[in-house]
């Protein structure tokens, strides 16, 4: 039986350790301001001069990515539905093969630097909201342990945040996240190795993960209604993260930061280590978490008022006696968000002025460009920050923050493979499967948050407060149990397409973009093959009809479809051949290529 009073909140040493990291990202901001104070073009300030190495990049990858949203919300998850979590590790390992042989290649080859270009609007607005998101979260952490303003964290976060981004650009960015890297997976060992010690180490953490019926880890139920299944997790959670890594601006403007196409490939094969150290370490902070509470659950006690709050709670428990810790794992929290933001800031200033201020405003000077890109971090900083006060109404943040992704993430998926496996698409049918898909998705998505899934389809485990003697029956539990009787009136999809797994909204949108910009296309009349570049482009013709090589011209519009090697030896050298298109625009400016698989006939749309 628990008989601990409610836990405390910081002291010095806490506040110093987590001041540490703010002081440390900053100046790492300020050095590379200094140290690149002479680089005057675009390329040198968005994408690093293309001259980044693997590791560090990697490094970056797995910070912008594995953000509060898993330091504070993945062991939560686990607490309360069960370590299937970890199945995510299926979904990372597809999703970085198929981004390092499928979408890296294209995007390095192509020598672009912003692959939004004509939806960078739409995307751009969920990037921010998903930031708020990533903010809300860690301010929340911090308000629940240490007692400091909400909405001043989220403040002092955008600051830092936009102060690094627009003093040091891209290579400040990249060597921030490695930084802040570290600091999560000390606050994460810092967790782990107090924590087992607390619940009577490893074998008892497992015994009691098991009577709690936290380590069910693999249900194979078809039913896409269910929160997490083993396929929810695997299929949808590979394309909800494919959305995420294999299109995403943050991601292909890092990778296209490496000096060679094998360093961004290597970095992501890195970051895929990365992703499963995290998530692993994400799980059993979660099941040591169960094992600590198991008799007396503190959010169904009314110690906590949220789910999202219990990890920071648990940790002022088991590390509020050795000052500092809780500093250093706060720091923790807020790294994978700063991390997270500044990739934000620097990918949208990258998108407005690739994809808008250059056609608008074509010969402004270097200076004007280096100074307008700087705007352009402070103005998306200060948005992405403001958006935190929308995020602070959409409930659970893992939840929360993968379905705005999926929404966005999976049509966008589906017209970016349009352009690249069927080289026949035209734009007519990019852009009207892509309409069709993020309105199918959004309309499945915000009908779920208007209707959440009953607990029958997410299934919650149960929580027990037996062990709590401060209780008392004035306390209602805070589980979801209540939602059985209490339902209000739903309309019929409530119960079926709005009680769709979150996980399914990417491929949704993928499906339906895929579908309907092959069916918009072949009304409107295929692409002609001989507009389209074969070295941006990866036809599942190729694949899927290896054998025929009428299949094969199909898929390319009617025209022959060369082998990427015959092209590379018309054109002689292809390293040649690629640093010519980079660096033969005036001032040393990149050549950009237009993603080919969506040429029309006379334009690119």
């Keep these: 039986m628990r008989t601990k009073s409610p836990v405390g909140t910081f002291v010095t040493w806490d506040y110093v350790v987590f001041a540490l990291l703010f002081v440390v990202s900053s100046g790492i901001g300020v050095f590379f301001a200094i140290k690149e104070r002479n680089a005057v073009s675009s390329k040198d300030f968005l994408v690093g001069g293309r001259q980044m190495t693997c590791v560090p990049v990697a490094l970056s990858l797995t910070a912008s990515f594995m953000s509060a949203v898993t330091v504070l919300g993945a062991p939560a998850d686990v607490y309360r539905f069960g370590a299937s979590y970890i199945l995510y590790a299926i979904a990372y390992t597809f999703v970085v093969v198929v981004t390092a042989e499928l979408f890296v290649p294209v995007f390095y080859t192509s020598g672009i630097t912003s692959t939004y270009e004509v939806i960078y609007r739409p995307v751009s607005f969920i990037t921010i909201l998903y930031t708020g998101v990533v903010v809300y979260a860690p301010a929340l952490a911090l308000n629940q342990v240490t007692g400091f303003n909400l909405w001043g964290s989220i403040v002092a976060t955008g600051i830092v945040c936009t102060f690094y981004c627009t003093l040091g650009g891209l290579k400040a960015v990249v060597w921030t996240d490695a930084f802040q890297m570290v600091v999560m997976v000390m606050g994460f060992l810092s967790v782990l190795i107090q924590g087992a010690q607390s619940v009577g180490g490893v074998e008892a953490m497992w015994s009691k993960a098991q009577t709690g019926g936290r380590l069910d880890v693999f249900d194979f139920d078809p039913n896409p209604l269910r929160r997490h299944t083993f396929w929810t997790l695997s299929i949808g959670g590979t394309f909800t993260w494919l959305g995420i890594y294999g299109v995403n601006q943050s991601v292909i403007q890092r990778c296209i930061s490496c000096k060679t196409q094998t360093h961004a490939r290597l970095a992501l094969y890195l970051n895929l280590l990365g992703l499963v150290v995290i998530l692993c370490c994400a799980v059993f902070c979660g099941l040591i978490m169960y094992a600590f509470y198991a008799d007396c659950d503190p959010w169904s006690a009314g110690r906590v008022s949220a789910p999202d709050q219990l990890m920071p709670y648990f940790v002022m428990e088991i590390l509020g006696e050795f000052p500092g810790l809780p500093g250093l794992f706060v720091a923790c929290a807020f790294s994978g968000t700063l991390s997270t933001v500044a990739a934000s800031i620097n990918a949208l200033a990258t998108v407005t002025y690739e994809d808008f201020v250059k056609h608008c405003w074509a010969n402004l000077s270097n200076t004007a460009t280096t100074w307008t890109i700087k705007g352009l971090c402070v103005i998306f900083g200060i948005a992405c920050t403001s958006m935190a006060v929308v995020a602070s109404y959409m409930g659970g943040i893992v939840q929360a923050a993968l379905s705005i992704h999926g929404m966005c993430g999976g049509p966008m998926l589906g017209m970016f493979s349009l352009g690249i496996l069927f080289p026949c698409a035209n734009s007519k049918g990019a852009i009207g499967g892509f309409i069709a898909g993020i309105t199918v998705a959004f309309w499945a998505g915000i009908g779920a948050f208007i ?107 009617g025209a022959e479809a060369k082998p990427r090697e015959q092209v590379r030896s018309e054109r002689g050298s292809h390293e040649i051949w690629l640093e010519t298109t980079r660096t033969g625009a005036p001032d040393g400016e990149e050549k950009c290529y237009s993603n080919s698989g969506f040429v029309s006939e006379t334009h690119s749309f």
């Design 451 to 557: 209707y959440p899934a009953p607990p029958f389809n997410s299934r919650p485990l149960p929580l027990i407060t037996d062990g709590c003697p401060w209780l008392n029956s004035s306390i209602t539990p805070a589980t979801d149990a209540p939602f059985l009787t209490s339902l209000p009136p739903r309309p019929p999809l409530a119960d079926s397409w709005y009680s769709l797994s979150y996980l399914y909204l990417s491929a949704v949108g993928f499906i339906t973009t895929l579908s309907v910009g092959l069916l918009i296309t072949s009304l409107t009349g295929f692409n002609k093959g001989n507009n389209v570049d074969p070295l941006l482009v990866r036809p599942v013709g190729n694949l899927f009809c290896f054998w025929s090589e009428r299949g094969k011209q199909m898929c390319w519009g």
